[in-house]
């Protein structure tokens, strides 16, 4: 199964740090959604210039006695401990060691603290807070903010804490590949379905390149771009949401495709709670 997201954000992170000569060691487990990864993914594995160790999950997701070891002997001997996501079993944990060995801990929600996250699930997600993460968050060193929205909800939560706001990394390839001299120009998002992602912003700049103007009515300068198909797919959360460029249409087979429809699924066989967004 293949992941976005955080998980490419980590890596290209983990990359860079190693490629800058810092020695990193990253710890995670074998899940793989609901199954596992095969069994060649146990203990350390070397990638891509640092060190990944795979412990065993338990039962579900977060579950690994096999990582909390692994928690216990790595951070005594770290210079700093970044937690990617909450609501986590091994974050209140690494709060208790790092205060324990005086290690500064950095903590990336990815938006798993605003409002509108912790509003799913809230019941668990509210006991928990009460059992073992509010005390977790208090003791972070820093939190790491991808938006300055994020940042502001961070502070409301957790009133004092240092914050960092830095938007997630694009590396730009340096060349694109060829395409056909006459072949329309597409565009394709991939990616789960919500109002925050105003994805109607990304459909009404590729029909304003069309047009041949900027988004505040100006001429765009060049040659405009024949802008003529958009196709948008991903997991969603709305039922029917109207744009001014297109509508999103209801998913009619929930049960083909993967995770976002499938490497190979058509337009009509998105997964379970997808939809897609055409232009009109």
Known sequence: MGYGGPIASNRALCGALA?????????????????????????????????????????WRDLS???????????????????????????????????????????????????????????????????????????????????????????????????AVIPNGVEVPEALPEREPNAAPYLLYLGRLHPNKQVERIIEAFARAGAGTATDSSPLTGAPVNARSSFVVGRSSIAQHQTQEGSLIENPNPRAGGEHGGRDAPPNELSAGAGAIRRQ
């Open 65 to 163: 006695p096999a990582l909390a070891g692994e928690l216990m002997k790595e951070i005594p001997a770290a210079d700093l401990v970044h937690i990617t996501g909450t609501y986590n079993w091994f974050l209140p944990l690494a709060g208790r060691l790092c205060r324990r060995h005086g290690k500064p801990l950095v903590v990336s929600p990815r938006g798993s603290l605003v409002p509108e996250a912790r509003g799913s699930k809230g019941l668990k997600k509210r006991l928990f807070d009460r059992l073992s993460q509010g005390r977790a968050l208090s003791r972070v060193s820093a939190f790491h903010a991808t938006s300055e929205e994020e940042a502001r909800e961070l502070r409301k939560l957790v009133p004092g804490a240092r914050m």
């Open 19 to 59: 490629g800058l000569g810092a020695e990193v060691r990253v710890l995670t487990t074998n899940t793989d959604g609901v199954r596992k990864l095969p069994k060649e993914f146990s203990g350390w594995r070397p990638f891509e210039g640092y060190q990944i160790f795979y412990g065993n999950r338990w039962f």
